[in-house]
């Protein structure tokens, strides 16, 4: 899909961070943009952002009824869903697999993959239907692709979305795509909206941080302590690691342009993903591979839809 202009994009989780800078750069693009989030303050923040025909629906993706009726109501303002953006997701709890509740579980998987296989299964049949293309990109992580130790549940539905992602581009049709989004550290609010989205599903309080609480004054006669010494001097752009959510935007935008299988943001992260492909291909036997195998077992042993994916050049920021 090449113009964009005209069509409509649907975006998840779209009232702030990366959600919000996507829809920030399809709308700069010229399509128009439905922003859906469970925060109705968020969504009504966001909205005045957007700089083209825009609705806002507040929707909770893993529900199945509620998104059905924001799909609609996305079709009647605006006719056709050509661009689905399944960006709303949570960090979910932290912690080894087998000490995180099962209450924890139940709700990271609910979020994180049921909320995407519900706008995979309700916004893609509507967009084979009117025939005129569309792309579906996904919002995985990093951590999809190198596990972060000591987050277990974020590390799986991540790497969950990866598969969902290459097993849709894998069955679309012709002039249908789908791309995986595994974005690297940009500045977001990820924690807050988590804890909101939380507070509004399981009906969990959002933490308050403590008031902050001076220290007393020194006792006559006795010294005041010493100032605590300043912050190590680093030579380090931190533009450049915690990233603009708009850059992330326009990468996708990019990525849908050309048709991308996956849309990676952190160049850093390429040796330690090599680190684990060369792993995986090291575990294979070293037995002489049969022939006949592939004759019986083709589909089984590789996939076309990795070839389609070309080398992405350098990002040029606008």
Sequence with gaps: MIELKGKTAFVTGG???????????????????????????????ALPQIDAPKLG???????????????????????????????????????????????DTDFALRVNIVGILNGI??????????????????????????????????NLTKAAVIAITETLASDLPEGYGAGVLCPGPFTTNLGMSGQEVEAELR?????????FTPPPPPADGEAAPPPPPPPPQ??????????????????????????????????????GYQQRADAILRAFPDDEPYDGFAKVFGILVNNPVFDKQTQVPAYEKK
Aim: net charge neutral; glycine share 12%.
């Design 203 to 211: 009906g969990k309080p959002i933490p308050q941080m403590p008031a």
């Design 234 to 271: 680093m030579d380090i752009d931190f533009s450049r690691i915690m990233r603009n959510p708009l850059e992330a935007g326009e990468r996708v935008v990019r990525a849908i342009k050309r048709g991308d299988l996956y849309i990676l943001t952190h160049a850093e992260f390429k040796p």
């Design 57 to 103: 629906i507040k929707l909770d993706t893993s529900n199945r009824e509620q998104y059905k009726a924001a799909a609609d109501e996305a079709e009647a303002k605006f006719g056709k869903i050509h661009i689905l953006i399944n960006n709303a997701g949570i960090g979910g709890a932290s912690g080894p697999l087998w000490a995180v509740s099962p209450e």
């Design 15 to 45: 009232a702030s961070g990366i959600g919000l800078g996507i829809a920030k750069a399809l709308a700069a693009e010229g399509a128009n943009i439905v922003i859906a989030d469970l925060r109705q303050n968020a969504i009504d923040e």
């Design 121 to 154: 299964q309700e916004v893609v049949p509507r967009m084979l239907a009117h025939g005129e293309g569309g792309y579906v990109v996904s919002t995985a992580s990093k951590a999809g692709l190198i596990p972060v130790p000591g987050c277990g549940l974020y």
